[in-house]
């Protein structure tokens, strides 16, 4: 079956611009996890929807960073005025659940560039 | 909130060599364990979890151990091949870090044939 797919692949930008990424869970999955990894480092978490609504957005750095996912399936990450510092590779995963336990399913990733 | 230590950070083996990688946490409420493979330009892929209220699980080559008291937990490789070459980490779940993966730093396991 389908896994989950992210939208674009590679994304280069200039610092200030805004850029929105998109990811499309499993069909299904009810949870839907943003994470975000550095060169050489393990992801690390952004933000997490449980159905339409963000359970815990704790990881977002900053009010330059938001996410959406308005009907519950496909999710925006929206990066406001970006900084070079964004630079990284932003994975998404699903999971068809979020309790008790948590097996969540990564897509590809998007590469994003800020020059 | 959770801290998660991996070890080693780099791992080089002769094929047919096993290979252990190991993961402590701090927060004793934790409760899902899972392993993650992941290839260059590639996701994460899940190869084999652990729940708090299993010692052991074995999935072919591939075996994970929990000591809860300790708090750690560790990945094996039997009769590794070239193609297990990756980027592994571990995460945590539960406890005080609901709701998300607290991942380690990651072990680039390298297997020469």
């Known amino acids: 079956g389908a896994g989950v797919s992210q939208t674009p692949s590679n994304k280069v930008t200039e610092k200030g611009k805004y850029v929105e990424l998109r990811c499309d869970p499993i069909?299904?999955?009810?949870?839907l996890y943003w994470y975000r990894q550095s060169l050489g480092q393990g992801p690390e978490f952004l933000i997490y929807?449980?159905?339409?609504?963000?359970?815990?957005d704790s990881g977002l750095p900053n009010d330059r960073f938001f996410a959406v996912r308005p009907e519950g399936s496909v999710s925006t990450l929206k990066i406001q005025r970006t900084e070079r510092g964004d630079s990284a590779v932003y994975l998404c995963?699903?999971?068809?659940?979020?309790?008790?336990?948590?097996?969540?399913?990564f897509g590809p990733g998007t590469r994003l560039t800020v020059l | 909130g959770e801290n998660v230590e991996q070890h080693p950070s780099t791992l080089s083996v002769q094929e047919g060599d096993s290979a252990v990688i190991k993961c402590t946490y701090s927060?004793?409420?934790?409760?899902?364990f899972p392993w993650y493979k992941q290839e260059l330009g590639k996701g994460p892929q899940l190869i084999i979890d652990?729940?708090?209220?299993?010692g052991e699980k074995k999935d072919q080559r591939i075996a994970v151990t929990l000591n809860k008291t300790a708090k750690h937990f560790s990945l094996h490789i039997t009769e590794t091949q070239p193609e297990d070459s990756a980027v592994y980490f571990c995460?945590?779940?539960?406890?005080?870090?609901?709701?998300?993966?607290?991942f380690g730093q990651g072990t680039i396991l390298t297997v020469h044939p």
């Open positions: 069909s299904g999955h009810t949870a």
């Open positions: 995963a699903s999971s068809p659940r979020d309790y008790p336990y948590n097996e969540q399913f």
């Open positions: 927060d004793s409420a934790s409760n899902y």
């Open positions: 652990i729940r708090s209220n299993v």
């Open positions: 929807f449980q159905g339409t609504g963000a359970a815990d």
């Open positions: 995460a945590v779940f539960g406890g005080t870090s609901y709701g998300k993966l607290t």
